[in-house]
């Protein structure tokens, strides 16, 4: 018998060949996968830059918002709290222990972080830890009587201070 006739007559040796195969093929699928993956990570940071530039979205008018009330801005995932004074301030929804999204808690008056139970203030301040500090703030505007919140900047706070509030200003 030729050592060819024989192979074909061993069905062990082609299972092997053919595993043999299947196992080259999909370690090479893995190979170049792997390499797309590492250029497509080093090229990522090239190209366009990120434009600094704020980003305003009108959430509607001042009369809107009743003082002493807090409302969820969805598309911002940030909070807007309204003051009995009058006045404004953006919290962000992120808590500042893990990134959770926090929520308003319209009875008891705090924010509640449900992962690892940190609350804070109407103004943002922590009351419970272990979040670290206050919620974020982002900047907003009023103009013409229409409160415009920047969702792309958020300023890191040590501390709540009446300035970071905003009024709206009366004509007179």
Excluded at 127 to 132: F, G, L, R, V, Y
Aim: with cysteine; charged share 20%.
């Amino acid at each position: 018998m030729s050592g060819k006739t024989k192979q074909l007559l061993n069905p062990v040796s082609n299972r092997r060949s053919f595993l043999n195969r299947i196992w080259l093929g999909l370690g090479l699928v893995a190979l170049v996968q792997f390499i797309g993956g590492a250029l497509a990570f080093l090229v990522s940071g090239s190209g366009k830059k990120r434009s600094d530039k704020p980003l305003f979205i009108d959430v509607g008018p001042a009369v809107d918002f009743a003082p002493g009330s807090v409302t969820l801005i969805r598309h911002g995932e940030l909070y807007l709290s309204r003051f009995a004074d009058g006045g404004f301030l953006a919290l962000s929804r992120k808590c500042t222990h893990l990134g959770c999204a926090i929520a308003w808690d319209e009875e008891q008056k705090l924010f509640a972080c449900p992962c690892h139970a940190s609350t804070f203030a109407e103004n943002g301040t922590v009351i419970k830890t272990p979040a670290p500090r206050p919620l974020d703030q982002h900047p907003l505007v009023i103009e013409k009587g229409q409160v415009k919140i920047d969702i792309k900047t958020r300023h890191r706070r040590q501390s709540f201070a009446p300035e970071q509030l905003t009024y709206v200003v009366k004509k007179g």
